[in-house]
T-cell receptor, first 115, second 112 residues
Framework: ETGVTQTPRHLVMGMTNKKSLKCEQH?????MYWYKQSAKKPLELMFV???????ENNSVPSRFSPECPNSSHLFLHLHTLQPEDSALYLC??????????????FGAGSRLTVL | GEDVEQSLFLSVREGDSSVINCTYT??????LYWYKQEPGAGLQLLTY?????DMKQDQRLTVLLNKKDKHLSLRIADTQTGDSAIYFC????????????FGQGTELSVKP
């Protein structure tokens, strides 16, 4: 399978639940990203990993916990979320972020609804 | 401003040209991008322009860059109903590890 794959595509959870979003890429990229997309707002960069090391945490609340076990996989662990966290969570990958044009390849996203 | 800014909506008739505008924040950005998002999908790169260029053309797409005003535009010639989507402008922050900062997207609606 090629490209960036995100699972699940849709997730509904209560505020006390613990769930995880998964992202996988088979493009040979070494940088992976989590973005949050809310309606009519700019895409918000949440986390950046370069060669499995976290290089960016954009003041994201601790109820979001990323994990990058290797360059091909990225997780976003969710715990005690709030209704305002409902959004589309997009994963992306690229060659190392500080190299060249840094073209991102995005997954289709995980639509999260927090009740 | 601190945000990449785009207008939220644009409506055109099929066959007309569409122009989507963007104002970015960092005059030292070396690359600027246009991404397209169709319903139910992630963002897909349409084109990007290097900052030492002021125009780039790729088939029906023309990108214009005005560095002095930090203004980027995307022109789509002969717009088709299949061009209906959300278009995102993005800039590369070179002094922060090359991360991409996006606008809020412009929803293009093409009417037959």
């Amino acid at each position: 399978e090629t490209g960036v794959t995100q699972t699940p595509r849709h997730l509904v959870m209560g505020m006390t639940n613990k769930k995880s979003l998964k992202c996988e890429q088979h493009l040979g990229h070494n940088a992976m990203y989590w973005y949050k997309q809310s309606a009519k707002k700019p895409l918000e960069l949440m986390f950046v990993y370069n060669f499995k090391e976290q290089t960016e945490n954009n003041s994201v609340p601790s109820r979001f916990s990323p994990e990058c076990p290797n360059s091909s996989h990225l997780f976003l662990h969710l715990h005690t979320l709030q209704p305002e966290d409902s959004a589309l969570y997009l994963c992306a990958s690229s060659q190392p972020a500080d190299v060249g044009a840094n073209v991102l390849t995005f997954g289709a996203g995980s639509r999260l609804t927090v009740l | 401003g601190e945000d990449v800014e785009q207008s939220l909506f644009l409506s055109v008739r099929e066959g007309d040209s569409s122009v989507i505008n963007c104002t970015y924040t960092d005059s030292s950005s070396t690359y600027l991008y246009w991404y397209k998002q169709e319903p139910g999908a992630g963002l897909q790169l349409l084109t990007y322009i290097f900052s030492n260029m002021d125009m780039k053309q790729d088939q029906r797409l023309t990108v214009l860059l005005n560095k002095k005003d930090k203004h980027l535009s995307l022109r789509i010639a002969d717009t088709q109903t299949g061009d209906s989507a959300i278009y995102f402008c993005a800039e590369r922050w070179d002094n922060q590890g090359g991360k991409l900062i996006f606008g809020q997207g412009t929803e293009l609606s093409v009417k037959p």
